[in-house]
């Protein structure tokens, strides 16, 4: 069993159905939320197999479409169920990014690139297609968001997984580790209103 | 004869001219207006180009700059009559669309890619040219207008594209049969305001 | 000594500046303005690369990321000073251009490809990552303000240290005498208010 593939699907899923909830709540069409949700699953693996000069994963393999197309339609038949959460977006793009992660840093520690490159692709596959999904949606991208731990926590979640990898005693359980960090520092964060400690002074007002 | 470049250069023009009228739309200036055609016209086979591993077509054949140039340079003196028809950025979004979605399925299919990856390839080189051009004159991207059938006219006549190339009736014809498909599905569509069914009730309000 | 490889570093100090200071105004958190920087320093870079075929250069070389992280440090302690200029997005923005125009030339130069291509590299290297940050921060891309002179400084810049390149006399002098062009141009064209003609008539409104 390929515990990388299973992951990326994983994460596949959880960014298709943040795609339909976003694209629902602007009432896109039945076609423009699938394509919300094919750029939201695949945009960020896209972009780290184009940097890593891969072949482009879910051009090659249908099980990533074939999720996709399923997710969506799924999603939009239990969307009522899906929406009953008010925060359903939220979780769902939480889980995503911290799949995403692991797979980022993962493929890149397979093609052996430096620590911090492996860090950044994985903070890159599990961001990137939030961002495109927001700016097609026409929303702020959640990822620069000041009030809340994105960005940041995928580069912790990323550093955990590479340091756990070189470790003998948790690597098995390195996925589940990094992943549940991710998903921690963003939920708690958000909880309990935790910010990085602001640089801006209060006279200094946005421009 | 290439039919498939000439289908190609007909698409650059048609995308050239409704990047110059929707930059003049903005009162961009001169080289503004280039960079938009520009990137109208090259956007969707850049990134199709980029999946499929493709050296990026207009890198190589300076036949597509000097089209968008010249496209450029002639759509800027004769804006006016251009402009004179209100739909003129219709128009030739339209044709454009129709064109590079047959062009994009045909590059996949060289590629020896599977079906539905070959009719997202032409739907991808039709609409992201159109969508890069959009969101760098801040407009709501076409594709995610709700009243518009736009991706869903792609996805149909790449679909039909491919189903044509199986037969060997009309075979010699498919260029022909699908890009009107794809022309005539979006003409209607606004004519009569046609959408794709509603998944919306009408309680759901847009937030 | 690399000259290439410095210009290049040069660029990356430049624009990384003007992606922290363009992240500030936003009120952007300490890692947001991180990968502003970032992406203002590699995003032309890296979609040159791709077109172009190559590795992206900084996914091998560390002194990029070095650099870029060293610089958004020092931007943000010292951003009472930067500040204090009130066109250091300006000025840092402007000496960015002009070094990657040069680089941009000289990298498709490299790889052999025609000359109108070799320019259009250069203005591509100097502008994508600014128009990435602008869109990311919310504004409109500079390159787009009809007010000011940019793309046009590019092509101008990138046109000359391609013809210099071709003399006996200025070769060596070639990266400063392009790089002081791109400069000059845009300085001036702001200080004395110099727009490329306009096509549009006081009669046609902007809609």
Redesign the interface.
Known sequence: MDYLLLVDILGVIAFAISGVLAA?????????IL?IAFVASVGGG?LRD????F??AW?RN?TY?SFIIGTTIFA?IF?KKLSYFRRSLFLFDTIGIALYTVVGVEKAIEAN??P??CV?MGTLTACFGG?IRD????N??T??K?KEIY??AC?LGGTIYFILLETTLFKEFSYLIAGGVVVLARTLAVIFNI??????SSAES??
């Open positions: 629902m709540r602007k009432h896109f069409d039945p076609f423009g394509i896209t184009l940097l890593l000069g072949p482009v051009m249908m479409i939009i969307r690139f430096s911090i490159i950044a961002v700016l097609l949606c026409g702020i991208p990822i620069f000041t960005a940041t580069i910010q990085l400690p602001s640089i801006y946005e421009d």
